[in-house]
T-cell receptor, first 109, second 113 residues
Framework: AQRVTQPEKLLSVFKGAPVELKCNYS??????LFWYVQYSRQRLQLLLRHISRESIKGFTADLNKGETSFHLKKPFAQEEDSAMYYCALDPNQGGKLIFGQGTELSVKP | EPEVTQTPSHQVTQMGQEVILRCVPISNHLYFYWYRQILGQKVEFLVS????????KSEIFDDQFSVERPDGSNFTLKIRSTKLEDSAMYFCASGNGGNQPQHFGDGTRLSIL
């Protein structure tokens, strides 16, 4: 079955602390994986995708096929990073996205 | 930067009534999608649309649902006879397929009374 799991519903850290938002996927093929972010009252926005291997707003995510994970990391969290973060799997290259439950990141001053 | 736009932002409808949610995808995109998010739950895929026809639909997308691209710009989701459990946030998205990301609208909050 194709599935995305984000085990933490809420992650609360202090400003300047490292952050890791966990994402595990279940998919037998070669996955296309994305992280989307939703700031308060705003739309879902693409944060990054594994294929581009880029760093956006200090966030990085590495695909680990052995552990079927795509964890999102940032070394020093900022208050403006507070948002909902969704990991998503695209099993069909341009078809549906399968989302995880989302993790709410709260960065305290 | 071009955006996906959705109207209305909030729709309140009596149970059993028909509702149409509207979306204007990004103009050079070829693939269109609807998702929904029931309060407190994950974002769920409903349907994808390409080349003027449905390319994939989920189990949620039953006979009560339909999609249409009536002209060159709009993409609509119709729910024929709404039920209480249709209350959710409905997101439209568009993209160009392949490994290109999907771009989402702000969503329409649908409340069924």
């Amino acid at each position: 079955a194709q599935r995305v799991t984000q085990p933490e519903k809420l992650l609360s850290v202090f400003k300047g602390a490292p952050v890791e938002l966990k994402c595990n996927y279940s998919y037998s093929g070669s996955p296309e994986l994305f992280w989307y972010v939703q700031y308060s009252r705003q739309r879902l926005q693409l944060l990054l995708r594994h294929i581009s291997r880029e760093s956006i707003k200090g966030f990085t995510a590495d695909l680990n096929k052995g552990e079927t994970s795509f964890h999102l990391k940032k070394p020093f969290a900022q208050e403006e990073d507070s948002a909902m973060y969704y990991c998503a799997l695209d099993p069909n290259q341009g078809g549906k996205l399968i989302f995880g439950q989302g993790t709410e990141l709260s960065v305290k001053p | 930067e071009p955006e996906v736009t959705q109207t209305p932002s909030h729709q309140v409808t009596q149970m059993g009534q028909e509702v149409i949610l509207r979306c204007v995808p990004i103009s050079n995109h070829l693939y269109f999608y609807w998702y929904r998010q029931i309060l407190g739950q994950k974002v769920e895929f409903l349907v994808s649309f390409y080349n003027n026809e449905i390319s994939e639909k989920s189990e949620i997308f039953d006979d009560q649902f339909s999609v249409e691209r009536p002209d060159g710009s709009n993409f609509t989701l119709k729910i024929r006879s709404t039920k209480l459990e249709d209350s959710a946030m409905y997101f439209c998205a568009s993209g160009n397929g392949g490994n290109q990301p999907q771009h989402f609208g702000d969503g329409t909050r649908l409340s069924i009374l």
